[in-house]
């Protein structure tokens, strides 16, 4: 069952609780004091102030109540998602002091012996401030602990020696030494509830499970585990050990009474205890109403429930004296009869048919596009009536032959007229005016318009996107970058050209990006998608060596292989480089266009000894086998050959 109660806690006197609500998407921290109850057993006083937070983005995330030493006032402690850690005074319904641990992890938990303060973040590092002087005084890391959400100090005097750290499993850590002394086992899920109940044994549970494990910090055995009907919620101990009350998710409350006395009657070795008592809310109608959270010290129990989705109200108990099962009924319906007892935190109009109630109210999608069709319906009418009046009079004809579109041509054509203008089939190109992809730009981005941002986007020319850039707003900037890397992540194709605009905003903006705290949670994105590419730059460098190595290996490989199967050496020559005698050409020394490279005197020998062998075998009319004889030894090896 989910509560709109985000975050609750009651102060150790059991006085008041502190809550956290969303209101209009914000978060909203309240206290409530608990006794507040008439003669006539209704709650009449409203604390009506509210510490709202200024960003949507901003969470509490763990809260806790304190009382400094140095004012003797209440303060809560809250733990926020951007790392830091607020002093809120209830009196004064302000922050008093921020505490930051340096960076913008989640604190995930938060507590406190003396004036020394603890806390961890979502680093998984260990944070100690002074509460006198307000500054920090360490802050490290253990090795083995990993993914920790809650954090418990093992009381030890005034100062801390050994916390108490959990994940799924529990580990207990010497802060002196910085090392983990002893693990405990855990949960199968991870533990959303670990508190000190004595000062030998503590108690956790988990996320969706029904059993608490009770631990003995010096032996690390489990003493017992205690079992409820249906999933924890909340936990609340008298701090004596002597009875635990827990909140269930089915709304219901359960309380285990003497939890560390061992039963005599039970098998040995059979630890489980279930609860002893068990108290629901119902309204006199049969209507279950759940409770949220409820605080236990003694004799006396202290319930809330809420009303009107957001109300708490409280209800005390003498727990001892009630039956196993029993059930609270309250009055759900307010009466018009006595408005001092029955009234509702903003008052009642008594003509109103019906109150408003914010459990009522609905939200819907922005696609709701009904009143807006309403509307074109009644222009549509109005215009339908006006033509009719047109058509009456003798003008009308005139009016009516020219059509809208005949009107928007005209006007477009008249406005660019004078201009220098480019046609390219049909389409009529103009130039790009940086005011207003500017004025655009920022529409865009202020109403988280996806559409309208793409085509600004869509723009490639450097120019343009560097004046926009420079009009654009510093503020708006912040969100444009967190747009791109949207988009860089996603598509990876138009990383080059949105590369365009991330470069200019740093370049025009810069000055205002590094004045802005926590820059780092809110460009995380964009700095995570930068990263990570950059991180492929080393691996593309050396599988670019390694193709270029490949390739000048493929190329020696292939002159190797040239030369081992060729029987003379392969000699390239371009056209350019051979030179052309016309002399030589004209005494017949030169066939086929190419020139011999053997020496003058061999070349001259070797043709005129053919030229006469031919001569005189034409002459002389040899017989056919002697020319063949003679030509077989003329296809002899050549003396460069032979050598």
Not at 227 to 240: C, Y
Not at 344 to 349: A, E, M, P, R, T
Request: aromatic share 8%; hydrophobic share 35%; with cysteine.
């Amino acid at each position: 069952m989910d509560s709109p109660v985000l975050q609750s806690a009651y102060d150790p006197s059991g006085q008041y609780l502190c809550y956290v609500t969303v209101a209009l998407d914000k978060q909203r921290v309240g206290v409530q004091p608990t006794q507040r109850a008439t003669s006539s057993g209704v709650d009449t006083v409203w604390n009506e102030n509210f510490l709202y937070l200024e960003d949507s983005k901003l969470q509490v995330t763990c809260l806790k109540w304190v009382t400094l030493a140095s004012s003797d006032t209440v303060t809560i402690i809250l733990g926020m998602n951007n790392g830091e850690i607020w002093l809120y005074s209830v009196l004064a319904n302000e922050v008093t002091y921020k505490f930051t641990t340096g960076n913008s992890y989640e604190i995930k938990d938060i507590d406190l012996i003396g004036n020394q303060l603890w806390c961890i973040d979502s680093s998984d590092a260990f944070y100690q401030f002074d509460l006198l002087q307000f500054k920090l005084l360490q802050h490290f890391k253990i090795n083995n602990c990993v993914q920790l959400n809650k954090l418990a100090i093992v009381p030890a005097g005034n100062s801390a020696t050994q916390l108490l750290v959990a994940s799924h499993s529990i580990s207990l850590i010497d802060i002196e030494e910085k090392k983990v002394v002893m693990t405990f086992p855990g949960h199968v899920s991870p533990v959303s509830t670990l508190q000190i109940i004595t000062n030998d044994f503590f108690i956790s549970g988990a996320d969706s499970d029904r059993f608490l494990n009770v631990y003995d910090i010096h032996s690390g055995m489990t003493k017992c585990v205690l079992v409820a009907e249906s999933d924890i919620k909340e936990l609340s101990h008298s701090g004596q050990a002597d009875s635990i009350a827990v909140t269930t998710e089915d709304g219901s409350l359960e309380i285990f009474v003497d939890p560390l006395v061992s039963n005599s009657t039970k098998k040995r070795g059979n630890k489980s205890k279930k609860s002893n008592k068990k108290i629901q809310i119902a309204s006199k109608d049969g209507r279950k109403v759940p409770i949220y959270n409820a605080f236990i010290n003694k004799e006396l129990l202290n319930v809330s429930w809420l009303q009107n989705a957001t109300m708490p109200y409280f209800k005390n108990l003498q727990w001892r004296e009630i039956p196993n099962e029993y059930t609270v009924e309250i009055s759900l319906n307010w009466s018009t009869k006595n408005k001092s007892a029955d009234r509702d935190l903003h008052g009642k109009d008594l003509a109103s048919a019906t109150n408003y109630v914010e459990g009522n109210a609905r939200v819907t999608s922005g696609d709701n596009f009904k009143h807006v069709d309403d509307a074109i319906k009644s222009w549509e009418r109005e215009l339908t009536s006006f033509e009719q009046e047109q058509a009456k009079s003798p003008q009308a004809n005139e009016l009516l032959t020219e059509t809208f579109g005949d009107k928007l041509e005209s006007s477009t054509i008249a406005r660019l007229n004078g201009k220098k203008t480019n046609l390219k089939g049909s389409n009529l190109k103009t130039a790009t005016t940086t005011g207003t992809v500017t004025v655009i730009l920022s529409q865009a981005l202020q109403s988280n318009d996806h559409s309208l941002l793409e085509t600004v986007l869509n723009n490639r020319d450097e120019r343009v996107i560097r004046d926009t850039i420079f009009r654009l707003k510093p503020a708006l900037a912040v969100i444009l970058l967190e747009r791109l890397a949207e988009r860089i992540a996603r598509q990876t194709h138009r990383q080059g050209p949105l590369n365009v605009w991330v470069k200019w905003c740093l370049i025009i903006h810069g000055g205002y990006l590094v004045s802005i705290p926590n820059l780092m949670s809110t460009l995380s994105s964009l700095h995570s998608t930068l990263k990570r590419r950059s991180d492929l730059l080393p691996r593309l460098l050396a599988l670019d060596a390694r193709l270029d190595c490949t390739i000048n290996k493929f190329k020696s490989l292939n002159l190797e292989t040239g030369d081992m199967y060729s029987s003379e050496p392969v000699v390239e020559e371009d056209e350019d480089d051979v030179e052309y005698n016309e002399e030589l050409d004209d005494a017949g020394l030169i066939e086929d266009g190419e020139e011999s490279y053997e020496s003058e005197d061999e070349e001259g020998d070797s043709d005129s000894e053919e030229e006469e062998k031919h001569a005189s075998s034409k002459q002389d009319g040899r017989s056919e086998r002697e020319q063949t004889n003679h030509d077989e030894e003329e296809a002899g090896y050549s003396d460069v050959e032979m050598e």
